[in-house]
């Protein structure tokens, strides 16, 4: 099976992008979580649409996310 090309692969919305400082990244999309917890609009605009949508849905459903998923 070959692979896609990286372009397509790029505009993937279920891909992460990968950033040049991956720390700095998991603490960009931290914030904008804490943020949208405390019921303000997730900090940066740079969230992948389906990281936010599954924030609404997670939301909407009433789960808790500090709850142990076991």
Request: aromatic share 4%; glycine share 6%; charged share 20%.
């Amino acid at each position: 099976m070959a692979s896609a090309p990286l372009a397509e692969m790029m505009k993937d919305p279920w891909l992460a992008h990968v950033s040049a400082d991956p720390t700095g990244r998991a603490r960009q999309v931290a914030q904008a979580h804490a943020a949208f917890l405390a019921g303000g609009p997730p900090a940066g605009s740079d969230l992948r649409d389906v990281v936010v949508q599954s924030w609404l849905r997670s939301a909407q459903a009433n789960v808790d996310p500090d709850a142990d998923p076991r």
